[in-house]
Nanobody, 120 residues
Framework: QVQLVESGGGLVQPGGSLRLSCAAS????????IGWYRQAPGKQRELVAI???????TYADSVKGRFTISRDNAKNNVFLQMNSLKPEDTAVYYC??????????????WGQGTQVTVSS
């Protein structure tokens, strides 16, 4: 069973930075895509940043130039460096991974989430 465990959330002032980590149980090479989503109160969950197996990254327009997704293949970790944080970045951030199982079906996994609050 795949487990994704997020850490690194917290309270930060506008303009500050945080680095989120997602630790996967097992090799992250098994995943076609791994990345971060977020959900603010009263809003739908939305994509923040993802990285595919080949290394190509995709970002939401709202975070381009401020957030950077990266991975440490040796330690099976994925990171989200968040700079120049804004109050509208406040949300629960979730790690997500997609893989194709032995039967050819897509499987999706979610972490438990970590709260990020941007406030003065």
């Amino acid at each position: 069973q795949v487990q994704l465990v997020e850490s690194g959330g917290g309270l930060v002032q506008p303009g500050g930075s945080l680095r989120l980590s997602c630790a996967a149980s097992g090799s992250i090479f098994r995943f076609n895509v791994i990345g971060w989503y977020r959900q603010a109160p009263g809003k739908q969950r939305e994509l923040v940043a993802i990285i595919v197996r080949g290394g190509v990254t995709t970002y939401a327009d709202s975070v381009k130039g401020r957030f950077t997704i990266s991975r440490d293949n040796a330690k099976n970790n994925v990171f989200l460096q968040m700079n120049s944080l804004k109050p509208e970045d406040t949300a629960v951030y979730y790690c997500n991974a997609e893989e194709i199982d032995y039967s050819g079906s897509y499987q999706y996994y979610w972490g438990q989430g970590t709260q990020v609050t941007v406030s003065s």
